[in-house]
């Protein structure tokens, strides 16, 4: 009897596993292979000094962005023996590990020198990637939510060019035709001096009928620009800009639809809930147990 006890235990438990992952819709591919997570864009700092009075000197940092990662620099270079006569400190960061984003954000200081001080920042980043609803044909209704932002701050007379940060946020069809409002956001506070302060940003919530089966492209797109000069006046600036979007089934019963991204795209905000299907399986194979131990039991004390 103990051995029965034990079957029925083995049994329910490799009953339920593949009905859970099947629930679950484990195992479910892009009816065409997705292209692969594309990277573009070039981070530039650039710091100058003169730190002995005979010529410029120069801290640079300049990459290409290929990957996911964080590009970042603190510069500073010293004029006529005052350290940190100008610095730039920036970061720019592409992250793809859980809802992918982009989030730039930077610093720029300079003394009022007559000499060639001044700091500048420039960071163009930009990821694609693509997507399919995998699942019976015909339209299904996906949330579509996404935060953006750009900013500028600081005071700096000494500002040379335009200041600018944007981000922009595009889903496309393989025809081209635009999903979303193609969002496009700009924060711009005019020519050759610093004009004060500005910051915008957006929300997305929206829910937008995409076909099954087909693929979307997402592009992301960020960038900052920041320059501020001793000669002409120096001052400090701050910019930052950033944007993460995330897609979410909203159809009646989601489980009959997955999301199938790009190779390396985890479109996952926090902690998933698991499915409702997977619990209540779950739940008929708990009740199964405890409803046998009881017999169970009986048996192996009549034995």
Known sequence: ?????????????????PLLAFSMNEGKAASVALAPISY???????VAGDANGTGPTYSQYDQNVTASGTYAANLSQSSYGVQGAATANASTIINTASAPSISLTGSVSAIAYSNSTGSTINSNPRLSYQFQIVGPSGS???LVQAAGGVSISGEAPGALSDQIANVSFIVRSLDASVVNDAISLNAYNGLTYYTGPTSQSFTEDGTYSLQTNVTYTVTMAAAIGLSVSGPEGGGEESISAYLDPLFTIAAADPDDYSLVFSDGINNVA???????SALMLAGFAVLGWVGYRGSCKRSLIMA
């Open 1 to 17: 009897m103990i051995n029965n006890c034990v079957k029925y235990y083995t049994r329910t438990l490799l009953l339920s596993v």
């Open 40 to 46: 573009g864009g070039v981070v530039n700092y650039v």
């Open 140 to 142: 299904v209704p996906v």
């Open 270 to 276: 926090d902690t998933p809930l698991p499915s409702s």
